[in-house]
């Protein structure tokens, strides 16, 4: 499995294992959990994603209890994620599901992720959403201080902007190591509306949530664009989902996947996609099918 380096202190699998759907397994068990994060292992893929209001904010506790007794933490790198408030678990008083950046909130929400997970540090702390009330300068130098303390080696975010990353960006000495974006077949616009092209211009690699679409491919009303894809995978003696996969890897942007499911046979699979190469009239080829019409 190949390796990002995202700054000379941090390298990430170019697949990482997303843990959103921990909570929803039937099965929940240390055990059962170590099974797959082993199964990644056995594929070089050692990024771990998390963060706090994954499973109404138990994901990250079923990961610590996991890790705990085990070698397991030595041999991943952990990613987790902060500030966003929904009545749910430790948060079931609020009244509304918010954002919050300020310097008391995210502080805390590092130290209960460091403690349900059982570690000492976090890889790669990312601001979950952007805030419109986020005071730039606050969240800043809350994020710098946490570095500072050692308590996280770096920071990130998910689902900003490019003017949302300039703007904490501007109030931090630590430099902003990924963004982590939704893009798949379904959400193509990142390639075409800035942001991707932001990030490769600041040398910043993307990490891409859901790059299945959430399942959606596979649904009844995406099955034109799912029959041109089995089409491609099979000349490729492949599948919809390793091509899918192995598109986005193709992309010179160095995005990395974040492939979630809690089915030990498909977390054995999902390493199939870096084996895959992908050309230019290839990813073209892909490209149009996810359009629907050939690019102008």
Same mark, same amino acid.
């Given at each position: 499995? /190949?390796?990002?380096?995202?700054?000379?202190? #941090? &390298?990430? &699998?170019?697949?990482?294992?997303?843990?959103?759907?921990? @909570?929803?397994?039937?099965?929940?068990?240390?055990?059962?959990?170590? %099974?797959?994060?082993? &199964? =990644?292992?056995?594929? @070089?893929?050692?990024?771990?994603?998390?963060?706090? $209001?994954?499973?109404?904010?138990?994901?990250?506790?079923?990961?610590? !209890?996991?890790?705990?007794?085990? *070698?397991?933490?030595?041999?991943?790198?952990?990613?987790?994620? =902060?500030? $966003?408030?929904?009545?749910?678990?430790?948060?079931?008083? !609020?009244?509304?599901?918010?954002?919050?950046?300020?310097?008391?909130?995210?502080?805390?929400?590092?130290?209960?992720?460091?403690?349900?997970?059982?570690?000492?540090?976090?890889?790669? #702390?990312?601001?979950?959403? +952007?805030?419109?009330?986020?005071?730039?300068?606050?969240?800043? %130098?809350?994020?710098?201080?946490?570095? !500072?303390?050692?308590?996280?080696?770096?920071?990130?975010? *998910?689902?900003?902007? +490019?003017?949302?990353?300039?703007?904490?960006?501007?109030?931090? /000495?630590?430099?902003?190591?990924?963004?982590?974006?939704?893009? *798949?077949?379904?959400?193509?616009?990142?390639?075409?509306?800035?942001?991707?092209?932001?990030?490769?211009?600041? @040398?910043? +690699?993307?990490?891409?949530?859901?790059?299945?679409?959430?399942?959606?491919?596979?649904?009844?009303?995406?099955?034109?664009?799912?029959? &041109?894809?089995?089409? $491609?995978?099979?000349?490729?003696?492949?599948?919809?989902?390793? #091509?899918?996969? !192995?598109?986005?890897?193709?992309?010179?942007?160095?995005?990395?996947?974040?492939?979630?499911?809690?089915? #030990?046979?498909?977390?054995?699979?999902?390493?199939?996609?870096?084996?895959?190469?992908?050309?230019?009239?290839?990813?073209?080829?892909?490209?149009?099918?996810?359009?629907?019409?050939?690019? %102008?």
């Amino acid at each position: 499995m /190949q390796r990002v380096k995202l700054n000379e202190e #941090l &390298s990430l &699998s170019r697949i990482a294992y997303g843990m959103w759907r921990l @909570g929803d397994d039937a099965d929940t068990s240390a055990p059962h959990i170590q %099974a797959k994060i082993e &199964s =990644c292992l056995s594929q @070089g893929i050692t990024t771990m994603d998390q963060a706090d $209001i994954y499973g109404g904010y138990m994901a990250e506790e079923l990961f610590g !209890a996991a890790l705990a007794g085990t *070698s397991l933490r030595d041999q991943i790198e952990i990613v987790t994620k =902060c500030d $966003i408030v929904a009545p749910a678990g430790r948060h079931a008083a !609020a009244r509304v599901k918010y954002y919050d950046t300020g310097k008391a909130h995210i502080t805390k929400s590092v130290e209960d992720s460091l403690r349900l997970m059982g570690i000492e540090q976090i890889d790669l #702390l990312l601001v979950h959403r +952007p805030d419109p009330m986020m005071d730039h300068h606050e969240t800043g %130098a809350a994020l710098d201080a946490l570095v !500072a303390s050692g308590k996280v080696a770096n920071i990130g975010v *998910s689902n900003f902007r +490019p003017w949302d990353m300039e703007l904490l960006q501007s109030a931090m /000495q630590t430099k902003l190591a990924t963004n982590q974006i939704e893009i *798949s077949v379904l959400a193509h616009t990142p390639f075409t509306n800035g942001d991707i092209a932001f990030l490769q211009r600041h @040398g910043i +690699p993307p990490m891409a949530w859901s790059p299945l679409a959430g399942g959606a491919l596979f649904a009844p009303e995406n099955k034109a664009v799912h029959d &041109s894809l089995a089409a $491609i995978a099979a000349r490729h003696d492949s599948d919809v989902t390793s #091509l899918v996969v !192995a598109w986005l890897m193709a992309h010179p942007a160095r995005i990395m996947p974040v492939m979630g499911t809690n089915n #030990l046979d498909r977390i054995a699979r999902i390493g199939d996609a870096a084996g895959l190469n992908i050309d230019r009239e290839t990813w073209f080829e892909i490209y149009t099918a996810a359009l629907g019409r050939e690019v %102008a």
